[in-house]
């Protein structure tokens, strides 16, 4: 009696164990390695197209790691053609500038929908022009000088703080967009006069600046 006791408690020990060691076997667990994606950024399109004083012609590839982290490399090409208002001066620039950085998916439903919160780490050295149609005039001397700088070289360092929200659209196509607040590391340009416009990080006016991306994205 004793013995047949004995054998029922042992069973009914060992049996959630067995339950839970089946479940945890037939658990799938997520690769490490998720996947690549390419894409590109449709707003300096946009502005490119609709003829805007500056633009930036965007693409990024990024790796994906159990859907959580995601290491990122963009680049692109910024452009701007600006006249001034007060004094007509122009400025001109056009060269390439490249970021990295890694997004962190927030999300724990893992339904193709994604909210990232990311860094990144730019980087633009770039050539530009400051040139005017007419010469100023220096009105105690009465002599005029003509503005004709190019070729005026600058670079500049910054870092991105990025929040943004990603889904799927069909198998391995997703729309995304985000908004980055963008901060200053250092910049280093002519005596003659800063930029107007600094490639990939945007209008020059202070030491930081707000700008944003919507993303057309691949899974490949």
């Known amino acids: 009696m004793v013995l047949r006791i004995f054998r029922y408690a042992l069973l009914l020990i060992s049996l959630p164990i067995a339950l839970q060691a089946q479940t945890v076997k037939e658990e799938p667990k ?46 692109g090409l910024g452009e701007a053609d600006h006249e001034g208002r007060e004094l007509d001066n122009r400025f001109h620039t056009r060269a390439p500038y490249f970021r990295i950085g890694c997004d962190y998916n927030m999300s724990k439903n893992h339904n193709g929908n994604r909210f990232l919160l990311g860094l990144r780490y730019g980087f633009s050295a770039f050539n ?31 870092v991105e703080a990025v929040i943004g929200l990603e889904t799927r659209l069909w198998t391995i196509v997703r729309m995304g967009w985000d908004m980055r607040f963008k901060f200053r590391i250092s910049q280093h340009t002519d005596a003659i006069g800063a930029p107007w416009y600094v490639p990939g990080y ?12 919507f993303k057309l994205i691949f899974d490949i």
């Not at 946009?46 to 990122?72: H, N, Y």
């Not at 010469?135 to 503005?147: C, E, F």
């Open 30 to 75: 997520k690769p490490r390695f998720f996947g690549i994606a390419v894409g590109a950024d449709l707003v300096g399109a946009t502005m490119k197209v609709t003829g805007c004083d500056w633009s930036q012609m965007e693409v990024f590839g990024r790796l994906a790691f159990r859907d959580k982290f995601f290491p990122i490399f963009e680049m």
């Open 128 to 158: 530009y022009d400051i040139t005017s149609p007419s010469a100023l005039s220096d009105p105690y001397w009465g002599t005029s000088m003509p503005v004709d700088y190019t070729g005026l070289h600058g670079r500049a360092q910054w």
């Open 202 to 213: 945007g209008k020059n006016a202070s030491g930081s600046t707000w700008g944003g991306t």
